[in-house]
């Protein structure tokens, strides 16, 4: 028996055409080759990569179980750089669940979520932003946030770091081998950065106590040519989370405004309760609504306001809270007092990137009214009698194409992880352009550059520990 060969269900739960269960170790091909029968047994080879048919059997009853393709996928250039086997039964829980079983009575063990794809990282296979990708493409809920997962999974955002660590390993190494630049040194295509990380055209020496003010010009360039690097990256963050994510729209406003019957307007449903007394809504509603086909989650918050009983302020402080996650705010009003205090004052909270001021109740105004609500308001609507609806939805759709813009070729952050290392690189990195301004004792730089090249090291996986694993794939399924 060998324990470390693991076997899963790789498919969802349910019934269908296909079902696959996975095994990956020294002893997968062993324990396929015991309960399953080519129909061609003399081209049959599972030490070689190929496609099989034939039946699956339980050696113990020699009973047959269902008859499948199996594919023979041996190290170390497989997926998870094991000995992988893949059976593609037909797909019932009963069948696959059977199928499990005999595997689990060779000596395989049940794998954990994300087993496969650990060992795929730990045999080298892939880096860790590359497993991160792999359930970033699962979830994606658009084209766009697919295609920065999946750009991820071809390792372009390993790439983009790995020529930054590069920098990092050169100018460390110089720095131990006492500033030594070389003459090729510019081969490093640099150009000059001012303090703020901004190329310039300036070629002035900073001030310094290094000797060759050339090399300490050249070495304050580096630095500031990686943290430009590091801050480019950090830009392109926050963006790519809501197009894999899936987009969010809250409703927020005063209590009686309207913001549930918006809400069931826009879904073209009655989930939310609409009641004349206000302080209706106290826990926040969500329903998903689809826009060009991408699935939006749209919430109905709590009225906002001071007063208001427990329940009611606990629901408030959730929607403040759900407020500041959203990608867009519908803020709505059932007056034309834009000066209104408690308005302005959770108004003024909002990012107005991603702020649609919305009056309702418009079959309440007269003509005059309402063309004098159009400067003040993004969009005037009924929410009771259907009116100005499809105007709101064009001015929601423009806020959301510039959210969803056209992802680039280039590697992406996607997850917090991954910022909150690149902020811990980016600020060593300054701290060691602060270093070089200030003539500090190169050892302490040196810390600095290290610590900058650490946190990079820890983003691709170059240096792990068992906890930081963990936390990535316990968010994978079983079976991948
Ligand atoms: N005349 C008119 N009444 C509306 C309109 N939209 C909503 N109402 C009425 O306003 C009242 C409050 O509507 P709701 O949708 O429950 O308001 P809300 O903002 O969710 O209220 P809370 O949950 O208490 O914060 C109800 O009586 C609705 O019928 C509208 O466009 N015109
Ligand atoms: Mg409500």
Excluded: W
């Excluded at 650990?118 to 766009?144: T, V, Y």
Aim: glycine share 6%; net charge negative; with cysteine.
């Amino acid at each position: 028996m060998t324990p470390n060969t693991i076997a899963a269900i790789a498919t969802p739960f349910g019934y269908g055409g296909i079902g696959i269960i996975k095994l990956s170790g020294e002893s997968a091909i062993d324990m396929a080759a015991q309960i399953f029968k080519p129909h061609s047994p003399d081209s049959f080879s599972l030490s070689t990569r190929g496609i099989y048919v034939g039946t699956i059997f339980d050696p113990a009853t020699l009973k047959t179980i269902d008859d499948v393709v199996l594919l023979s996928m041996p190290g170390p250039t497989s997926y998870t750089g094991e000995d992988v086997v893949e059976l593609q039964t037909h797909s019932g829980p009963v069948v696959l669940n059977c199928v499990l079983d005999l595997l689990l009575k060779q000596g395989a063990v049940p794998a954990e979520a994300g087993e496969f794809s650990k060992r795929a990282f730990l045999n080298g296979r892939i880096d860790l932003p590359q497993a991160e990708a792999i359930i970033d493409l699962i979830n994606a809920k658009s084209p766009q946030g697919m295609s920065a997962a999946a750009n991820n999974l071809k390792g372009s955002l390993f790439f983009e770091i790995d020529k930054i660590t590069s920098k990092l390993i050169d100018l460390i190494s110089m720095l131990e081998a006492e500033i030594d630049f070389p003459e090729d040194f510019d081969d490093h295509n640099l150009e000059n950065f001012d303090k703020n990380g901004k190329k310039t055209d300036s070629t002035e020496p900073p001030e310094g106590v290094f000797s060759d003010l050339s090399d300490l010009n050249h070495a304050i360039n580096f630095t500031r040519s990686i943290s430009a690097n590091l801050s480019l990256l950090a830009e392109k963050f926050e963006d790519k989370r809501s197009q894999i994510d899936g987009m969010t729209i809250a409703i927020a406003g005063r209590p009686n405004v309207g913001k549930s019957s918006l809400l069931n307007r826009l879904s073209n449903s009655n989930r939310a309760i609409v009641s004349s007394s206000p302080g209706t809504t106290r826990d926040y509603i969500e329903e998903t609504i689809f826009f060009s086909g991408l699935p939006i989650k749209l919430i109905d918050l709590a009225g906002l306001r001071e007063e208001g009983g427990e329940i009611e302020s606990l629901g408030i402080a959730q929607a403040r809270i759900k407020i500041s996650e959203s990608d867009i705010v519908l803020f709505l009003t059932d007056d034309m007092n834009t000066d209104n205090i408690d308005d302005t004052r959770i108004v003024d909270s909002i990012d107005p990137a991603r702020l649609l001021r919305v009056l309702n109740k418009c079959d309440l105004l007269s003509e005059a009214q309402l063309a004098g609500a159009a400067t003040s308001f993004d969009a005037s609507i009924s929410a009771l009698f259907d009116s100005g609806i499809d105007n709101l939805r064009e001015k929601i759709y423009i806020v959301f194409r510039e959210k969803m813009e056209s992802v680039s070729d280039s590697g992406h952050l996607l997850n917090l992880r991954q910022k909150t290392l690149i902020d811990a690189s980016h600020a060593a990195i300054n701290r060691a352009t602060q270093g070089f301004e200030n003539a500090l004792d190169p050892d302490i730089i040196s810390m600095d550059l290290k610590d900058s090249l650490n946190s990079l090291h820890e983003l691709t996986g170059k240096s792990f520990t068992e906890d930081i694993l963990n936390n990535i794939f316990k968010n994978f399924c079983i079976g991948k």
